[in-house]
């Protein structure tokens, strides 16, 4: 069965830094792109990053480029994104979900709030 | 960078009733088109892919169709576990898109 467990969220200040995980199961990690989705409270969805099978090549939204960066470690089967300079409207539930964007994680709530 | 416009934001709709929704994409994008349904507090579930396929497990009341720019979500008779949020997304080039939602509420 595949799994996608994220954690690492919480409140962070203005300013701050976080660091996501993704941990994946149930697939080959390895095989597959894998991206970042977010979603302010109340609001749609947002597309965040995307990173490819090995590593090697990454995109991301105007909003966070600069700011954030997205990995991985496939030997631990994990994805990660690295968030600084936080901002209030960086606030959301951020997902990952593989490339088909037939499996996602359960979402973890990140608040940027003083 | 691909806009892609949902319609509508919201209805109301009554059990048994023909939903469509759309969405336009700014530019081509092939059939890189997918559909997914968000419940409250729920991820998201991905119910057409390549825009006209069907997602396994899903049921055959929903529809995808379009190519290019217009591409429509169809469900033929709507029923009470139906009430969602539906986001179409462009992933043809990055950044990808998703349209704004469109909430599905019951009349």
């Known amino acids: 069965e595949v799994q996608l467990v994220e954690s690492g969220g919480g409140l962070v200040q203005p300013g701050g830094s976080l660091r996501l995980s993704c941990a994946a199961s149930g697939f080959t990690f390895s095989s597959y792109w894998m991206h970042w989705v977010r979603q302010a409270p109340g609001k749609g969805l947002v597309w965040v990053s995307r990173i490819n099978s090995d590593g090697s090549s990454t995109s991301y939204a105007d909003s966070v480029k600069g700011r954030f960066t997205i990995s991985r470690d496939n030997a631990k089967n994990t994805l990660y994104l690295q968030m600084n300079s936080l901002r209030a409207e960086d606030t959301a539930v951020y997902y990952c979900?593989?490339?088909?964007?037939?499996?996602w994680g359960q979402g973890t709530l990140v608040t940027v709030s003083s | 960078d691909i806009q892609m416009t949902q319609s509508p934001s919201a209805m109301s709709a009554s059990v048994g009733d023909r939903v469509t929704i759309t969405c336009r994409a700014s530019q081509g994008i092939s059939n890189y088109l997918a559909w997914f349904q968000q419940k409250p507090g729920k991820v998201p579930k991905r119910l057409i892919y390549?825009?006209?396929s069907l997602q396994s497990g899903v049921p055959s009341r929903f529809s995808g169709s379009g190519s290019g720019t217009e591409f429509t979500l169809t469900i033929s008779s709507l029923q009470p576990e139906d009430f969602a949020t539906y986001y179409c997304l462009q992933h043809n080039s990055y950044p990808h898109t998703f349209g704004g939602g469109t909430k599905v509420e019951i009349k």
């Open positions: 979900a593989r490339d088909d964007f037939n499996y």
């Open positions: 390549a825009s006209s």
